[in-house]
């Protein structure tokens, strides 16, 4: 019976990889039999088998391979055959980068460690772009002569991959944002630097250089205005601040003085992978043009007010005086024609007004639409009638809280409801709400305002809903 030599205690244990340099034949290697081996490869196999982290030892200046268990799965399909190999033969594929990283080392002594260094490693037959992070350590003898190289590392590829389509991400949404109409920007740190703002935003500050420079010195005039106090309440509390309808003097034109606009805004808080607040998302709609139109409307109905108060009274005076005003009944009915005229020319104006008013209710920004004191939906814009693939007609009349908007989110008729007491009792409720809807769960800013006749009476009921994007803004953070 031939008895199996016992293998050095420096090759005990080391799993599969253990046994396996065990059993591997020395005898006719280069390297030859364990026994043998200098005590500086001893003392680095050592450590290398008992090592839980990918460790390979080059030895030798033919670099001979040598490796434990977590090591075993970075070669691939080239496990186990590249045990024993010339590191040349066995990293053909990549030899051009690592070996003359392993020439320096071995000649110099000088270790190095690489950080996302790129091999195009040979996978399934193939070159594939793989990264890595790993260290180079001489193995010094005891006359202090480098024997051989000590290599930890691991693989980032997946890590690096991931980073890359991030930036991808991050850069389509900068591009997204930058090309949308409404006026965008991203504010960083409680001073509210700008880091980012769209073509848009830029066209209503006058195109000035913002980017980088606190708010308050960016656009110095708004100092004075208390946007500064709102963003750092913002920034503070971490809730949202919805703006509607606000007057602000701005610098719009380069070497103009200050006008002023209208604007409605969200100041959204952005937050850090630990959820700490660290910026400000800006989105803001010029709604200018829009408040004029309705300052302009509002004139025009106290006119016809008063014209028509007017015209009452011609008519009971007329009747009163019928008969003693008879022979100036043909003056009155040229009177009565030309006021009819004038009157003609008010309700085009009106009309007018009305026609561009129905312009901005169809805008695809945000959701809008209009309800009577009592929440039934009599109107609704192109935008909210798309999200829930309606017509018109298959929601109007029908109380706001059964609409489909709601009808698929649990609580969320109850809270719409409610709403629409309260504004009917004349408050205006502002909230964030998120509801499911056909293409899934959104969350918007919701508004639902009540409408005033002359007599102060709630008439009706004008609900909007701005979409907020909460994950675009995190991955722009």
Same mark, same amino acid.
């Given at each position: 019976?031939?008895?199996?030599?016992?293998?050095?205690?420096?090759?005990?244990?080391?799993?599969?990889?253990?046994?396996?340099?065990?059993?591997?034949?020395?005898?006719?290697?280069?390297?030859?039999?364990?026994?043998?081996?200098?005590?500086?490869?001893?003392?680095?196999?050592?450590?290398?088998?008992?090592?839980?982290?990918?460790?390979?030892?080059?030895?030798?200046?033919?670099?001979?391979?040598?490796?434990?268990?977590?090591?075993?799965?970075?070669?691939?399909?080239?496990?186990?055959?590249?045990?024993?190999?010339?590191?040349?033969?066995?990293?053909?594929?990549?030899?051009?980068?690592?070996?003359?990283?392993?020439?320096?080392?071995?000649?110099?002594?000088?270790?190095?460690?690489?950080?996302?260094?790129?091999?195009?490693?040979?996978?399934?037959?193939?070159?594939?772009?793989?990264?890595?992070?790993?260290?180079?350590?001489?193995? %010094? !003898? #005891?006359?202090?002569?480098?024997? /051989? *190289? =000590?290599?930890?590392?691991?693989? $980032? &590829?997946?890590?690096?991959? +991931?980073?890359?389509?991030?930036?991808?991400?991050?850069?389509?949404?900068?591009?997204?944002?930058?090309?949308?109409?409404?006026?965008?920007?991203?504010?960083?740190?409680?001073?509210?630097?700008?880091?980012?703002?769209?073509?848009?935003?830029?066209?209503?500050?006058?195109?000035?250089?913002?980017?980088?420079?606190?708010?308050?010195?960016?656009?110095?005039?708004?100092?004075?205005?208390?946007?500064?106090?709102?963003?750092?309440?913002?920034?503070?509390?971490?809730?949202?601040?919805?703006?509607?309808?606000?007057?602000?003097?701005?610098?719009?034109?380069?070497?103009?003085?200050?006008?002023?606009?209208?604007?409605?805004?969200?100041?959204?808080?952005? %937050? !850090? #992978?630990?959820?700490?607040?660290? /910026? *400000? =998302?800006?989105?803001?709609?010029? $709604? &200018?043009?829009?408040?004029? +139109?309705?300052?302009?409307?509002?004139?025009?109905?106290?006119?016809?007010?008063?014209?028509?108060?007017?015209?009452?009274?011609?008519?009971?005076?007329?009747?009163?005086?019928?008969?003693?005003?008879?022979?100036?009944?043909?003056?009155?009915?040229?009177?009565?024609?030309?006021?009819?005229?004038?009157?003609?020319?008010?309700?085009?104006?009106?009309?007018?007004?009305?026609?561009?008013?129905?312009?901005?209710?169809?805008?695809?920004?945000?959701?809008?639409?209009?309800?009577?004191?009592?929440?039934?939906?009599?109107?609704?814009?192109?935008?909210?009638?798309?999200?829930?693939?309606?017509?018109?007609?298959?929601?109007?009349?029908?109380?706001?809280?059964?609409?489909?908007?709601?009808?698929?989110?649990?609580?969320?008729?109850?809270?719409?409801?409610?709403?629409?007491?309260?504004? +009917?009792?004349?408050?205006?409720?502002?909230?964030?709400?998120?509801?499911?809807?056909?293409?899934?769960?959104?969350?918007?800013?919701?508004?639902?305002?009540?409408?005033?006749?002359?007599?102060?009476?709630?008439?009706?009921?004008?609900?909007?809903?701005?979409?907020?994007?909460?994950?675009?803004?995190?991955?722009?953070?």
């Amino acid at each position: 019976m031939k008895l199996v030599p016992a293998a050095p205690a420096f090759l005990q244990g080391g799993g599969a990889m253990g046994e396996r340099i065990r059993a591997f034949d020395w005898g006719s290697h280069p390297l030859g039999p364990p026994a043998q081996w200098p005590p500086a490869l001893r003392m680095a196999m050592s450590l290398c088998l008992n090592s839980s982290f990918p460790t390979a030892i080059y030895w030798g200046p033919a670099f001979h391979v040598l490796y434990n268990d977590a090591w075993s799965e970075i070669p691939a399909e080239k496990h186990p055959a590249i045990l024993g190999m010339p590191a040349r033969e066995g990293w053909s594929d990549i030899w051009d980068i690592v070996g003359p990283q392993f020439q320096h080392v071995f000649a110099t002594g000088e270790g190095m460690a690489l950080y996302e260094q790129m091999l195009p490693m040979v996978r399934g037959g193939r070159p594939c772009e793989t990264w890595w992070n790993y260290s180079l350590t001489a193995i %010094r !003898d #005891a006359e202090h002569g480098i024997g /051989g *190289i =000590f290599n930890q590392g691991n693989e $980032v &590829t997946a890590i690096v991959h +991931a980073r890359r389509e991030r930036q991808a991400e991050i850069d389509r949404w900068r591009e997204m944002f930058r090309q949308a109409p409404a006026p965008v920007a991203l504010l960083r740190g409680p001073r509210h630097v700008f880091e980012f703002a769209n073509d848009a935003y830029l066209r209503l500050v006058a195109g000035r250089d913002i980017v980088g420079k606190p708010v308050a010195e960016a656009i110095p005039e708004v100092r004075a205005q208390g946007f500064i106090e709102l963003l750092d309440g913002v920034y503070g509390s971490g809730e949202a601040y919805l703006g509607t309808g606000a007057k602000v003097t701005l610098h719009r034109t380069p070497d103009v003085p200050a006008e002023e606009c209208v604007l409605d805004f969200v100041y959204q808080p952005t %937050r !850090d #992978a630990a959820g700490v607040v660290d /910026g *400000i =998302f800006v989105l803001a709609t010029d $709604v &200018t043009e829009r408040a004029r +139109a309705e300052t302009a409307l509002r004139l025009t109905n106290w006119q016809l007010g008063e014209e028509r108060a007017r015209l009452a009274a011609l008519i009971e005076a007329e009747q009163r005086a019928q008969q003693a005003l008879r022979r100036f009944n043909e003056a009155l009915e040229g009177h009565v024609k030309t006021r009819t005229a004038e009157l003609s020319r008010a309700l085009a104006a009106q009309n007018a007004v009305a026609d561009r008013l129905r312009a901005t209710f169809a805008t695809d920004l945000i959701f809008q639409g209009f309800l009577d004191t009592q929440g039934t939906l009599l109107d609704a814009n192109p935008a909210s009638l798309a999200a829930i693939r309606c017509t018109l007609d298959q929601v109007m009349g029908r109380p706001f809280w059964e609409t489909p908007w709601f009808s698929a989110t649990p609580d969320a008729a109850q809270r719409v409801r409610a709403a629409v007491e309260t504004a +009917a009792r004349g408050e205006v409720v502002r909230t964030m709400i998120r509801v499911n809807l056909p293409d899934g769960l959104r969350s918007f800013l919701f508004s639902l305002r009540p409408v005033f006749n002359g007599r102060q009476e709630v008439v009706g009921l004008v609900p909007e809903a701005l979409e907020i994007d909460e994950p675009a803004v995190k991955l722009a953070a």
